[in-house]
């Protein structure tokens, strides 16, 4: 019998300080789960650990074929699952179910370690039906999270895509990617690396509690402009816009991209689809009641009436008033600063196995 533990909303005394969620939501796959009815009750329950816990996985893959129409990439890899960053609007926690956990604080805390990722790669890219295409970095959780100052997987993949000449287009709101600037740029000079770095607040005291393992919009600043000097094609990710916390920084977040060295740019409109509608819903109120019924219902008036929408072309933007404004904005401002929508213009001539004097056609 599976059991899985679940803390509802409210039964913690204190709010969690450094976790986007504060509790555990129930686990759709899950027959069984235990949950604390009684506070004052005494018995064996114990609260769920919120320290960061690491487990190394032997994959069997490591590049997964996307399917949806609107993420603008055929391929990914990610070689963490689960994420310390915390965001709390993260559309990855829903896929933290298939491992038998929570979306919630589970998926903050335990950090799945693809250990032989990079020797995945290499054995992905000798087969020769494949065709290169670039490949997306991160497409699901950060690969420059804080399990990468650790284990460092992330640059065993960067350094096999080199190898081959293998384009990756990446994301991350991580300054820790300035670790691999040497190597990146190197790669940049070559064309086959494009990086949007996300950047969805300059204001601190919503960063701390939305985003709350994360550097900071200086510090991602500072990432476009070292490695745009590095040689290395950097954009500016403004997502998810929430409307009424932090839509009307959009101005901002992209004229100070543009000066830092950003030449391209995407956006996503907050969606809150699965267990995700019931953490931020819990986070909404807890640090904001005095505009929580506000920004709710405007979430609402975005999606149909609903806080969610797995509409192909309008799931990721968002329909209605407020979103059409937000729609508008980015055209305006990413027009006046010369940023052009996110296109993964990246040089796959360049691709050959180890072994190859050059490619044939």
Not at 138 to 145: A, E, H, L, R, V
Request: charge should be positive.
């Amino acid at each position: 019998m599976n059991e899985h533990n679940n803390d509802n909303p409210g039964n913690y005394n204190e709010y969690i300080k450094g976790r986007g969620a504060q509790f555990n939501t129930p686990n759709k796959f899950l027959k069984n789960r235990k949950v604390r009815e009684h506070v004052e009750a005494i018995d064996d329950w114990t609260e769920p650990n919120v320290e960061t816990q690491y487990f190394e996985d032997q994959a069997k893959g490591i590049v997964n074929k996307v399917d949806s129409p609107d993420v603008g990439m055929f391929y990914s890899m990610n070689p963490y699952q689960g994420c310390e960053h915390g965001c709390i609007y993260c559309y990855a926690r829903n896929s933290f179910e298939y491992w038998g956990w929570s979306a919630g604080i589970d998926f903050e805390r335990k950090i799945i370690v693809k250990k032989n990722a990079p020797e995945l790669l290499r054995k992905f890219l000798m087969n020769p039906k494949w065709e290169c295409v670039p490949i997306g970095l991160s497409g699901n959780t950060d690969c420059y999270q804080p399990a990468e100052k650790k284990f460092r997987i992330t640059k065993g993949l960067l350094e096999v895509c080199n190898e081959f000449n293998q384009p990756v287009g990446m994301i991350t709101k991580n300054a820790g990617m300035l670790r691999d600037k040497e190597l990146l740029s190197e790669m940049g000079k070559k064309n086959i690396v494009s990086i949007l770095v996300s950047i969805t607040s300059f204001n601190e005291d919503l960063r701390r509690v939305m985003e709350p393992r994360t550097t900071t919009g200086k510090q991602r600043l500072r990432l476009i402009e070292e490695m745009s000097n590095a040689g290395v094609r950097m954009g500016v990710m403004l997502g998810p816009m929430i409307p009424g916390l932090n839509d009307h920084e959009m101005h901002n977040i992209i004229k100070a991209a543009a000066s830092a060295g950003a030449t391209f740019s995407a956006y996503t409109y907050i969606r809150l689809n699965g267990a995700i509608k019931l953490l931020f819903h819990d986070w909404l109120y807890k640090n904001f009641p005095d505009r929580a019924d506000k920004v709710w219902h405007m979430i609402e008036g975005s999606h149909n009436g609903k806080v969610s929408d797995s509409r192909w072309g309008t799931r990721m933007r968002g329909e209605g008033n407020i979103a059409e404004m937000v729609a508008q904005q980015y055209s305006k401002f990413t027009e006046k600063y010369g940023l052009n929508h996110e296109r993964l213009d990246l040089d796959c001539s360049l691709f050959r196995r180890p072994g190859e004097q050059g490619r044939l056609f």
